[in-house]
């Protein structure tokens, strides 16, 4: 239909992600929704399997969107990981885990659909942030730096790519009902009851859910 766009939406099979999908496919989009996981058979738009934490996989998804459309006009960054617990129950391993799909991942998609929405003189890339983004959120300090990540990293982006007719936007959702509570990562250090934090992790988490 004329003013279809093709639109490729990540984290696509549950909350914020297949809300965005239903909505744009109801508007006549071509709308391909994304998961690490195969289709779950009862959306109205194309399913591609995509880990955004894996170059390879970007790489494909990105090639067989093009392959079978021939453009991406945008795209929703929505694939996200919720981390909880104190800082110093944190180790560097669960930390890179976050922002591998919260900054990293958001940035490979970006990387690679860049080339052909400069070619094409047009794009929409929209990041999805959080007020969590905005103000450090006590035992959610991870997924709070990871937001503010991407936040700065979508403003500088927004400004280089410009001049190519590209538009780069960030939305800060505060608390939303959605299955990120129940796909919430926590930190080996916050389950152990020795943990000076652990009585105060578990009651805020208990209050954010």
Known sequence: MAGSKVVLVTGASSGIGRATAEHLSARGHRVVGTSRRESPGDAAWTWAVLDVTDEASVAACVAGVLASHGRIDAVVNNAGLVMSGAVEDTSLAEAQLSFETNVFGAMRLARAVLPGMRAQGSGTIVNMGSLAGRVGMPFQGIYSASKFALEGLTEALAQEVA????????????????????????TAGSRDPASPYAAACARVVAMYE
């Open 163 to 186: 001049a190519f007719g590209v538009t780069v936007a960030l939305v800060a959702p505060g608390d939303t009902a959605t299955p990120v509570v129940d796909n919430r990562v926590r």
